[in-house]
């Protein structure tokens, strides 16, 4: 990016907090534009400072970051990475379908959060690669069992290369990597990724490849 990536940090802990602002301030493409104690005041700032992304938090008072991530994706204020201290609680389930980007442990390495944001900011999902496969088969498993919207009929919208890449995007694939499996442009990777999302109804890349998933395309 010619800029830096504007980071708003939601996080109720103000030990946690600093830590998370001193790490992002250490990378020279990023810089932390505000900070929020809990999902109200993250979902205010994103209103008035329009970051690019905005680290969540998801077990804050007032408004839980499921709540804000919701709000502000909605209002499409900004991205949001959420960041929970366990792999799978029903936050992070939540926090997907609320249309985040996607979601760290608290534990993950400062470079590995530095990366995590900028591959947010480049328009790309990123999910802790520790419980990637697990979040996936928790989807799997209840797919049966709750009541999905996952018709197959949704895709008949989508071009024979737009259901490729949302193939692609089932299997965890970057846009780069999406770009060398169908020989296409990278460029040309991001709009299909964004006219699939409109068609489909979804927030994020990461809804998208849950989508997939339960329909085992």
Known sequence: ???????????????????????????????????????????????????DLVLMDVQMPRVDGVSA???????????????TTFDLDEYVFGALRAGAAGFLLKNTEAKDLIEAVRTVARGEGIVAPAVTRRLIAEFAAGAAARESSADPAVLESLTRREREVLSCLGQGLSNA?????????????????SRLLGKLGLRSRVQAAVLAQELGI
Do not use: F, N, Y
């Open 1 to 51: 990016m010619s800029r830096p990536v504007r980071v708003l940090v939601a996080e109720d802990q103000s030990a946690v907090r600093a830590g998370l602002v001193l790490i992002l301030g250490s990378a020279p493409d990023i810089e932390v534009v505000g900070e929020a104690a809990d999902g109200e005041q993250a979902v205010a700032l994103a209103r008035a400072l329009r970051p």
């Open 69 to 83: 991530t919701r709000q502000v994706v909605a209002e499409h204020l900004a991205d949001v990475l959420v960041l």
């Open 177 to 193: 990597a999406i770009a060398e499996r169908l020989d296409m442009a990278e460029a040309t990777v991001k709009t299909h990724v």
